[in-house]
Structures are given as structure tokens and as C-alpha cells.
């Protein structure tokens, strides 16, 4: 069995972007108009502050040097994350900004959906795991295949 780790560039520069937009978001207090309008200040804040956790979170899953589950697991979480975030950040783009967006809204909405795209390619690497490793438990207790 293969699972490909960290061999997808647009990934890594995405989580690599993410938490760098996030920080300057905060320390330089700006937003764009659209999330501005669309989002309320808590809201604001926690979509900040969720760019810089799916950043680290991602690159933790990244190079995890434990056990690929685990690592697989805190990048699950990113992904999933990111599409939220992403996905938040589109709807506030179309909804304020409406046709004059939409190439932006295209963007970011690809970012959602290629963040849930790798989700589910998680999912079924971590399901494969789960077989194999159960086959190969199976194998050990009762002495070889048959």
C-alpha cells in the first residue's frame, strides 16, 4: 500500500500562504471589504485566527514524524478547516461584492473545494490504512494467510 505524503505543491503553498495571510490580516487590522460587511467582528476574528491554525495544523500533518496516521488525522482536520474557511470567505465575496467578483469568488471556491477534494483522499488513505492494518493483525494471529 502507498499513501503519498507531502507530494502536493499546491497543498503545501496554500498551507504555507494561509497562516502568513492570517497573521498580516491581524497584525496589520485590515480585512477585505466583503468580509468586513459580511462578518461580524467575532466571526472576523475567529476566521483570522482559524487561517493561522490551518496553516500550522497542515504543516504539522505535513511532516508529522510519528506514526502516518496521526499525521494524516492533523491534516484531515486541516483540510476540513480550510474548506470551511475558504468556503465562508467565497460566500462573503459573491454575496457582497456580487458579479464584480467573480473571478476571486472562482478562486477561493476552488481552494474550498480542492480542500475538500483532499479530505476525502485522507479519508480513504486512512481507510486503506485501517484494512491493512487489520489484514496484517490477522495474519500474525493465525500464522500466515490461508
Partial sequence: M???R???PFENAILITVPVCGFLLITLKVSPPS???A???PVRIGWELGLIAVGVSGLLGLLWPGRISTGLGIELASMLLL????GMYAVALAVMSGRMAVAATSFIAAVAIGACWRAVEIL?????LIR???RDKAEILTGGRR
Avoid at 480513504?124 to 486503506?128: I, P
Fill in 2 to 4: 502507498r499513501i503519498w
Fill in 6 to 8: 507531502n507530494r502536493r
Fill in 35 to 37: 468580509v468586513e460587511m
Fill in 39 to 41: 462578518m461580524p467582528a
Fill in 83 to 86: 474548506g470551511t474557511l475558504s
Fill in 124 to 128: 480513504l488513505d486512512l481507510r486503506r
Fill in 132 to 134: 491493512t492494518t487489520d
